[in-house]
T-cell receptor
Framework: DSGVTQTPKHLITATGQRVTLRCSPR?????VYWYQQSLDQGLQFLIQ???????AKGNILERFSAQQFPDLHSELNLSSLELGDSALYFC???????????????FGPGTRLTVL | GQQVMQIPQYQHVQEGEDFTTYCNSS?????IQWYKQRPGGHPVFLIQ?????EVKKQKRLTFQFGEAKKNSSLHITATQTTDVGTYFC???????????FGAGTRLFVKA
């Protein structure tokens, strides 16, 4: 158990819909990363937040947005869903007492999104 | 941005054989991390390499960071079925916030 929680574990929805994925980082971790992993694919970095502020953006679609709240939990909002959005979505948290790239990332169990 | 090539994409081995995956960058890296993802699981941090030429061992796993800090390898001696999964490298760029993961090497071990 990494200490990172993600809800829901599974999500099945239809094309055109909007969903929200939730992530709670490890206690004390200030930074959250979001990743998308399509079937048997690698990890695609989406976005990073640090202490409530967006710090880096990867290949995140305009239909996707995220935020980190004062209690440090984060939500990833996916709208106008398409079949191709079906994937595993992971969040990871880090402590950040060192420069970002030197921190090991603790991954949550992921949310499996299926768009029908 | 930071890009890495990870090879091979897949590797099938007989239990007891050795396995190596490589991570190559065209630019100098500040550090590199390795993660393992079991089938159906989430990535789990294995190790971080920072120094040029660094070699670290964890039981049957040996991690190396090249002298030029542009490549790294993970070697598993005498694979076991518990080694099954995908191994990802994650290079640290110089000053960037982003984390780019290699495409991963999926290891299959036949008992």
């Amino acid at each position: 158990d990494s200490g990172v929680t993600q809800t829901p574990k599974h999500l099945i929805t239809a094309t055109g819909q909007r969903v929200t994925l939730r992530c709670s980082p490890r206690s004390g971790d200030l930074s959250v990363y979001w990743y998308q992993q399509s079937l048997d694919q690698g990890l695609q970095f989406l976005i990073q937040y640090y202490n409530g502020e967006e710090r880096a953006k990867g290949n995140i679609l305009e239909r996707f947005s995220a935020q980190q709240f004062p209690d440090l939990h984060s939500e990833l909002n996916l709208s106008s869903l398409e079949l191709g959005d079906s994937a595993l979505y992971f969040c990871a948290s880090i402590l950040t007492v060192r420069p970002f790239s030197y921190n090991e990332q603790f991954f949550g169990p992921g949310t499996r999104l299926t768009v029908l | 941005g930071q890009q890495v090539m990870q090879i091979p994409q897949y590797q099938h081995v007989q239990e007891g054989e050795d396995f190596t995956t490589y991570c190559n960058s065209s630019t100098t890296l500040s550090n590199i991390q390795w993660y393992k993802q079991r089938p159906g699981g989430h990535p789990v941090f294995l190790i971080q390499l920072v120094k040029s030429g660094e070699v670290k061992k964890q039981k049957r796993l040996t991690f190396q960071f090249g002298e030029a800090k542009k490549n790294s390898s993970l070697h598993i001696t005498a694979t076991q079925t518990t080694d099954v999964g995908t191994y990802f490298c994650a290079p640290g760029g110089t000053g960037g916030f982003k984390t780019i993961f290699g495409a991963g090497t999926r290891l299959f071990v036949k008992a």
